[in-house]
Protein backbone atom coordinates (compact mmCIF):
# COMPACT_ATOMS: atom_id res chain seq x y z
CA UNK A 1 0.00 0.00 0.00
CA UNK A 2 2.74 2.86 0.91
CA UNK A 3 5.03 2.05 -1.63
CA UNK A 4 1.38 1.91 -4.21
CA UNK A 5 1.17 5.48 -2.93
CA UNK A 6 4.69 6.83 -2.97
CA UNK A 7 4.65 6.52 -6.93
CA UNK A 8 4.72 9.57 -8.51
CA UNK A 9 2.02 8.92 -10.33
CA UNK A 10 -0.45 8.86 -7.34
CA UNK A 11 0.93 11.86 -6.06
CA UNK A 12 -2.15 13.56 -7.57
CA UNK A 13 -4.40 11.90 -5.81
CA UNK A 14 -8.09 12.18 -6.09
CA UNK A 15 -9.18 11.94 -2.76
CA UNK A 16 -13.10 11.41 -3.53
CA UNK A 17 -16.08 11.66 -5.82
CA UNK A 18 -19.47 12.26 -4.83
CA UNK A 19 -21.68 11.14 -7.77
CA UNK A 20 -25.22 12.62 -6.97
CA UNK A 21 -28.25 13.76 -8.62
CA UNK A 22 -27.94 15.35 -12.15
CA UNK A 23 -26.65 18.70 -12.54
CA UNK A 24 -28.01 20.94 -14.79
CA UNK A 25 -25.01 21.47 -17.23
CA UNK A 26 -25.91 25.14 -18.17
CA UNK A 27 -23.55 27.90 -16.96
CA UNK A 28 -24.73 29.58 -13.32
CA UNK A 29 -23.67 30.71 -10.29
CA UNK A 30 -20.86 29.04 -8.20
CA UNK A 31 -22.44 25.90 -6.64
CA UNK A 32 -19.81 27.05 -3.33
CA UNK A 33 -21.74 29.21 -0.94
CA UNK A 34 -19.99 29.51 2.63
CA UNK A 35 -16.92 28.12 3.71
CA UNK A 36 -15.11 27.99 6.88
CA UNK A 37 -11.56 26.52 7.82
CA UNK A 38 -11.75 25.76 11.63
CA UNK A 39 -9.19 25.92 14.36
CA UNK A 40 -9.63 22.19 14.59
CA UNK A 41 -8.71 21.72 11.23
CA UNK A 42 -11.45 20.77 9.64
CA UNK A 43 -12.82 22.48 6.56
CA UNK A 44 -16.73 22.63 6.39
CA UNK A 45 -18.83 23.60 3.28
CA UNK A 46 -22.34 24.97 2.33
CA UNK A 47 -23.25 24.66 -1.30
CA UNK A 48 -26.07 24.29 -3.03
CA UNK A 49 -28.39 20.71 -2.66
CA UNK A 50 -27.39 18.03 -4.81
CA UNK A 51 -23.83 19.50 -6.02
CA UNK A 52 -21.48 17.46 -7.73
CA UNK A 53 -17.83 17.50 -5.40
CA UNK A 54 -14.55 16.69 -7.02
CA UNK A 55 -11.38 16.87 -3.90
CA UNK A 56 -7.55 16.77 -4.93
CA UNK A 57 -4.46 16.55 -2.94
CA UNK A 58 -1.32 17.23 -4.38
CA UNK A 59 2.39 17.23 -3.03
CA UNK A 60 4.65 20.17 -3.21
CA UNK A 61 6.41 21.54 -6.20
CA UNK A 62 9.09 23.90 -7.44
CA UNK A 63 5.99 26.32 -7.12
CA UNK A 64 3.46 25.59 -4.85
CA UNK A 65 3.66 23.84 -1.80
CA UNK A 66 0.93 21.05 -0.70
CA UNK A 67 -1.95 21.57 -1.88
CA UNK A 68 -5.81 20.41 -1.49
CA UNK A 69 -8.46 21.58 -3.40
CA UNK A 70 -12.25 21.05 -4.51
CA UNK A 71 -14.23 21.97 -7.79
CA UNK A 72 -17.67 22.92 -7.49
CA UNK A 73 -19.96 23.56 -10.20
CA UNK A 74 -21.03 26.96 -11.35
CA UNK A 75 -18.42 29.79 -11.97
CA UNK A 76 -17.13 32.40 -9.02
CA UNK A 77 -17.76 36.14 -9.86
CA UNK A 78 -14.78 37.71 -8.08
CA UNK A 79 -11.44 35.28 -7.96
CA UNK A 80 -9.22 35.97 -4.68
CA UNK A 81 -6.28 35.68 -2.42
CA UNK A 82 -6.81 35.06 1.00
CA UNK A 83 -3.91 34.85 3.05
CA UNK A 84 -2.97 31.87 5.47
CA UNK A 85 -1.67 31.91 8.95
CA UNK A 86 -0.55 28.71 11.54
CA UNK A 87 -0.04 25.79 8.91
CA UNK A 88 -2.11 27.86 6.16
CA UNK A 89 0.20 29.82 3.79
CA UNK A 90 -3.11 31.01 1.83
CA UNK A 91 -6.48 29.95 0.64
CA UNK A 92 -7.32 30.84 -3.27
CA UNK A 93 -10.64 31.18 -4.78
CA UNK A 94 -10.65 30.83 -8.74
CA UNK A 95 -12.40 29.56 -11.66
CA UNK A 96 -9.49 26.87 -13.53
CA UNK A 97 -12.31 26.84 -16.38
CA UNK A 98 -15.36 28.70 -17.19
CA UNK A 99 -18.69 27.48 -15.58
CA UNK A 100 -16.03 26.36 -12.52
CA UNK A 101 -15.26 27.45 -9.04
CA UNK A 102 -12.46 25.82 -7.56
CA UNK A 103 -11.47 26.26 -3.68
CA UNK A 104 -7.79 26.22 -3.07
CA UNK A 105 -5.58 25.31 0.22
CA UNK A 106 -1.68 25.79 0.22
CA UNK A 107 0.20 24.51 2.94
CA UNK A 108 3.36 25.76 4.54
CA UNK A 109 6.04 23.85 3.89
CA UNK A 110 6.30 22.24 7.60
CA UNK A 111 2.76 21.80 8.10
CA UNK A 112 2.54 17.58 8.45
CA UNK A 113 -0.39 16.06 6.65
CA UNK A 114 -2.11 12.71 5.99
CA UNK A 115 -4.12 12.69 2.87
CA UNK A 116 -4.73 9.67 2.48
CA UNK A 117 -6.97 9.42 5.58
CA UNK A 118 -9.23 12.15 4.24
CA UNK A 119 -12.85 11.53 3.65
CA UNK A 120 -14.87 14.29 2.36
CA UNK A 121 -18.10 13.67 4.15
CA UNK A 122 -21.53 14.75 3.05
CA UNK A 123 -23.48 16.22 6.02
CA UNK A 124 -26.34 16.97 4.16
CA UNK A 125 -27.89 17.62 0.70
CA UNK A 126 -25.88 21.18 1.06
CA UNK A 127 -23.16 20.43 3.71
CA UNK A 128 -19.79 19.17 3.24
CA UNK A 129 -17.05 18.32 6.21
CA UNK A 130 -13.32 17.30 5.21
CA UNK A 131 -10.51 17.40 8.67
CA UNK A 132 -7.20 18.44 7.30
CA UNK A 133 -4.87 19.03 9.80
CA UNK A 134 -4.35 18.48 13.25
CA UNK A 135 -5.87 20.60 15.68
CA UNK A 136 -2.23 20.73 17.86
CA UNK A 137 -1.44 23.47 14.70
CA UNK A 138 -2.15 26.83 15.91
CA UNK A 139 -4.22 28.27 13.51
CA UNK A 140 -6.94 31.35 13.22
CA UNK A 141 -10.39 30.39 11.83
CA UNK A 142 -10.88 31.63 8.01
CA UNK A 143 -13.74 31.60 6.34
CA UNK A 144 -16.53 33.16 4.27
CA UNK A 145 -20.48 33.34 4.83
CA UNK A 146 -22.44 30.89 6.77
CA UNK A 147 -21.77 27.27 6.27
CA UNK A 148 -24.90 26.59 8.91
CA UNK A 149 -27.60 28.23 7.29
CA UNK A 150 -30.51 26.30 6.30
CA UNK A 151 -31.76 26.53 2.54
CA UNK A 152 -34.84 26.40 1.21
CA UNK A 153 -37.24 23.75 2.69
CA UNK A 154 -34.93 21.27 3.54
CA UNK A 155 -35.09 20.39 7.40
CA UNK A 156 -33.02 20.77 10.50
CA UNK A 157 -29.72 18.71 10.00
CA UNK A 158 -30.36 15.62 11.70
CA UNK A 159 -26.38 14.83 12.22
CA UNK A 160 -26.74 18.19 14.65
CA UNK A 161 -29.18 16.50 16.68
CA UNK A 162 -26.98 13.60 17.29
CA UNK A 163 -24.23 15.20 18.45
CA UNK A 164 -26.63 16.95 21.38
CA UNK A 165 -26.90 14.07 23.98
CA UNK A 166 -30.61 14.08 24.78
CA UNK A 167 -32.29 15.38 21.77
CA UNK A 168 -32.87 12.78 19.49
CA UNK A 169 -35.36 13.85 17.52
CA UNK A 170 -35.65 10.83 15.14
CA UNK A 171 -36.80 8.70 18.75
CA UNK A 172 -39.89 10.52 19.12
CA UNK A 173 -43.06 8.48 17.67
CA UNK A 174 -46.07 8.82 17.05
CA UNK A 175 -49.01 6.93 18.65
CA UNK A 176 -51.44 4.94 17.05
CA UNK A 177 -54.73 3.43 18.69
CA UNK A 178 -53.34 0.03 21.32
CA UNK A 179 -53.69 -3.57 20.05
CA UNK A 180 -55.86 -2.57 16.18
CA UNK A 181 -52.74 -3.45 14.11
CA UNK A 182 -50.62 -6.54 13.22
CA UNK A 183 -47.42 -5.52 11.14
CA UNK A 184 -45.26 -8.55 9.42
CA UNK A 185 -41.71 -7.73 9.43
CA UNK A 186 -39.43 -9.75 7.10
CA UNK A 187 -35.77 -9.31 7.13
CA UNK A 188 -34.53 -10.17 3.95
CA UNK A 189 -32.49 -13.19 3.59
CA UNK A 190 -31.32 -15.69 5.99
CA UNK A 191 -30.25 -19.09 6.65
CA UNK A 192 -28.02 -19.97 3.80
CA UNK A 193 -28.57 -16.74 1.70
CA UNK A 194 -26.60 -13.84 3.51
CA UNK A 195 -27.85 -11.25 0.59
CA UNK A 196 -25.75 -8.70 0.12
CA UNK A 197 -22.21 -8.85 1.48
CA UNK A 198 -20.53 -5.40 1.38
CA UNK A 199 -17.34 -3.86 2.66
CA UNK A 200 -15.39 -5.47 5.32
CA UNK A 201 -17.51 -8.27 4.56
CA UNK A 202 -20.44 -6.49 6.65
CA UNK A 203 -23.64 -9.02 5.36
CA UNK A 204 -27.23 -7.85 4.99
CA UNK A 205 -28.80 -10.89 6.27
CA UNK A 206 -26.96 -9.59 10.26
CA UNK A 207 -27.63 -5.80 9.44
CA UNK A 208 -31.20 -6.48 8.17
CA UNK A 209 -32.19 -9.17 10.93
CA UNK A 210 -31.13 -6.52 13.79
CA UNK A 211 -32.95 -3.60 12.21
CA UNK A 212 -35.80 -5.92 12.40
CA UNK A 213 -35.60 -7.20 15.63
CA UNK A 214 -35.74 -3.24 17.11
CA UNK A 215 -38.35 -2.03 14.58
CA UNK A 216 -40.46 -5.22 16.38
CA UNK A 217 -39.21 -3.69 20.21
CA UNK A 218 -40.36 -0.46 18.98
CA UNK A 219 -43.87 -1.00 17.62
CA UNK A 220 -44.82 -3.57 19.83
CA UNK A 221 -44.18 -0.90 22.72
CA UNK A 222 -46.69 1.48 20.58
CA UNK A 223 -49.42 -1.75 21.17
CA UNK A 224 -48.80 -2.92 17.81
CA UNK A 225 -48.94 -6.90 17.21
CA UNK A 226 -45.59 -7.36 15.42
CA UNK A 227 -44.87 -10.60 13.86
CA UNK A 228 -41.24 -11.46 12.04
CA UNK A 229 -40.64 -13.81 9.37
CA UNK A 230 -37.52 -15.10 10.77
CA UNK A 231 -35.86 -14.74 14.14
CA UNK A 232 -32.55 -15.91 13.38
CA UNK A 233 -30.57 -17.58 10.86
CA UNK A 234 -33.18 -19.84 9.76
CA UNK A 235 -34.54 -20.46 6.19
CA UNK A 236 -37.19 -19.34 4.92
CA UNK A 237 -37.81 -18.95 1.13
CA UNK A 238 -39.95 -16.12 -0.03
CA UNK A 239 -42.38 -17.94 -1.07
CA UNK A 240 -43.42 -19.48 2.42
CA UNK A 241 -42.72 -15.76 3.56
CA UNK A 242 -45.37 -14.87 1.21
CA UNK A 243 -47.62 -17.53 2.46
CA UNK A 244 -46.92 -17.06 6.06
CA UNK A 245 -47.37 -13.25 5.70
CA UNK A 246 -50.86 -13.88 4.06
CA UNK A 247 -52.04 -16.26 6.77
CA UNK A 248 -51.68 -13.52 9.59
CA UNK A 249 -54.14 -10.90 8.26
CA UNK A 250 -51.69 -8.49 8.97
CA UNK A 251 -52.36 -4.64 8.12
CA UNK A 252 -48.95 -4.21 6.62
CA UNK A 253 -45.66 -6.08 5.39
CA UNK A 254 -42.27 -4.54 5.16
CA UNK A 255 -39.56 -6.36 4.14
CA UNK A 256 -36.17 -5.30 5.18
CA UNK A 257 -32.94 -5.36 3.01
CA UNK A 258 -29.37 -3.14 2.41
CA UNK A 259 -28.60 -3.41 -1.28
CA UNK A 260 -25.19 -4.10 -3.30
CA UNK A 261 -24.18 -2.58 -6.69
CA UNK A 262 -23.01 -4.68 -9.51
CA UNK A 263 -19.33 -4.29 -9.31
CA UNK A 264 -19.10 -3.30 -5.84
CA UNK A 265 -18.66 0.35 -6.88
CA UNK A 266 -17.82 2.38 -3.68
CA UNK A 267 -19.24 5.89 -5.06
CA UNK A 268 -22.91 4.08 -5.55
CA UNK A 269 -24.46 5.18 -2.15
CA UNK A 270 -28.30 5.83 -1.15
CA UNK A 271 -31.56 4.82 0.01
CA UNK A 272 -34.79 3.71 -1.81
CA UNK A 273 -38.23 2.04 -0.87
CA UNK A 274 -40.39 -0.08 -3.05
CA UNK A 275 -44.22 -0.72 -3.21
CA UNK A 276 -46.24 -3.02 -5.60
CA UNK A 277 -49.63 -0.99 -6.55
CA UNK A 278 -51.90 0.93 -4.50
CA UNK A 279 -51.94 3.90 -2.68
CA UNK A 280 -51.30 2.67 0.28
CA UNK A 281 -48.02 0.80 -0.27
CA UNK A 282 -47.25 3.95 -1.66
CA UNK A 283 -47.76 5.90 1.28
CA UNK A 284 -46.09 3.51 3.00
CA UNK A 285 -43.53 3.32 0.91
CA UNK A 286 -43.54 7.70 1.20
CA UNK A 287 -43.59 7.90 4.89
CA UNK A 288 -40.76 4.97 5.22
CA UNK A 289 -38.60 6.50 2.71
CA UNK A 290 -38.98 10.17 4.07
CA UNK A 291 -37.55 8.90 7.65
CA UNK A 292 -34.88 6.74 6.77
CA UNK A 293 -33.42 9.79 4.28
CA UNK A 294 -33.31 11.84 7.55
CA UNK A 295 -31.31 9.78 9.58
CA UNK A 296 -29.13 9.09 6.69
CA UNK A 297 -27.70 12.91 5.25
CA UNK A 298 -25.45 12.87 2.31
CA UNK A 299 -26.81 9.86 0.77
CA UNK A 300 -28.76 10.21 -2.15
CA UNK A 301 -32.28 9.75 -1.94
CA UNK A 302 -33.10 6.92 -4.92
CA UNK A 303 -36.98 7.63 -4.18
CA UNK A 304 -39.98 5.70 -4.06
CA UNK A 305 -40.71 2.93 -6.85
CA UNK A 306 -43.08 0.38 -8.22
CA UNK A 307 -40.89 -3.10 -7.83
CA UNK A 308 -42.45 -6.04 -8.62
CA UNK A 309 -40.42 -8.19 -5.65
CA UNK A 310 -41.67 -11.62 -5.53
CA UNK A 311 -42.44 -10.85 -1.62
CA UNK A 312 -44.30 -7.61 -2.27
CA UNK A 313 -46.16 -8.58 -5.45
CA UNK A 314 -47.67 -11.69 -3.94
CA UNK A 315 -48.38 -10.50 -0.16
CA UNK A 316 -52.43 -9.59 -0.17
CA UNK A 317 -51.57 -6.83 1.98
CA UNK A 318 -49.97 -3.54 1.10
CA UNK A 319 -46.57 -3.79 0.98
CA UNK A 320 -43.32 -2.52 1.24
CA UNK A 321 -39.58 -3.61 0.13
CA UNK A 322 -37.23 -0.97 1.86
CA UNK A 323 -33.31 -0.60 1.08
CA UNK A 324 -31.77 1.39 3.71
CA UNK A 325 -28.27 1.60 2.28
CA UNK A 326 -25.27 0.15 -0.33
CA UNK A 327 -23.49 -2.12 1.85
CA UNK A 328 -21.14 -1.57 -0.95
CA UNK A 329 -21.09 1.95 -0.84
CA UNK A 330 -18.45 3.74 0.97
CA UNK A 331 -20.62 6.63 2.78
CA UNK A 332 -23.86 3.91 3.62
CA UNK A 333 -21.40 0.88 4.79
CA UNK A 334 -19.66 3.01 6.97
CA UNK A 335 -22.81 3.82 8.62
CA UNK A 336 -24.84 0.77 8.25
CA UNK A 337 -21.70 -1.25 10.04
CA UNK A 338 -22.67 1.19 13.04
CA UNK A 339 -25.00 0.21 16.13
CA UNK A 340 -25.83 3.66 16.55
CA UNK A 341 -26.81 3.84 12.61
CA UNK A 342 -28.68 0.49 12.59
CA UNK A 343 -30.70 2.13 16.03
CA UNK A 344 -31.57 5.36 13.71
CA UNK A 345 -32.74 2.97 10.89
CA UNK A 346 -35.02 1.14 12.85
CA UNK A 347 -36.50 3.73 14.46
CA UNK A 348 -37.26 5.97 10.63
CA UNK A 349 -38.34 2.72 9.76
CA UNK A 350 -41.19 2.67 12.55
CA UNK A 351 -41.94 5.98 12.45
CA UNK A 352 -43.12 5.49 8.92
CA UNK A 353 -45.07 2.79 10.21
CA UNK A 354 -46.72 4.33 12.72
CA UNK A 355 -47.44 7.68 10.45
CA UNK A 356 -48.81 5.07 7.83
CA UNK A 357 -51.21 3.32 10.52
CA UNK A 358 -52.23 6.52 12.15
CA UNK A 359 -53.30 7.86 8.88
CA UNK A 360 -54.91 4.90 6.44
CA UNK A 361 -54.47 1.81 8.67
ZN1 LIG B 1 -31.68 -8.15 -0.07
Redesign the pocket.
Known amino acids: MSKFFSNKLFRYLSIFLFLNSFIPQVRSSSALAAWVLNTNGILELRTKSNTNLKAYFQKANQEYGDRFWIDFPGELINPRTIKGNGPIKEIRLGKPNEGKTRLVIEFNEETYLTPLTWKLVGLDQNRWRIKLFNPKYSFKKIGEGKVNQRIGNIEKNPEATYSKKNDYGFLELPNVERNKFTVVIDP ?2 GGTDP ?2 IGIGGIR ?1 TDV ?1 LEISKIVKKLLVEKGVEVILTRKGEVNLDLPPRVSFANKTDADIFV ?1 I ?4 SRGKRRDINGLETFYFKGWRGRLLAKRIQKHILRVSPGSPDRGVKQGGFFVIKNTKMPAV ?1 V ?1 IGFLTGRLDARRLEKAAHRKRIAYAIAKGILEYLSKAG
Do not use: D, Q, Y
Open positions: GHGAEVSHANALE
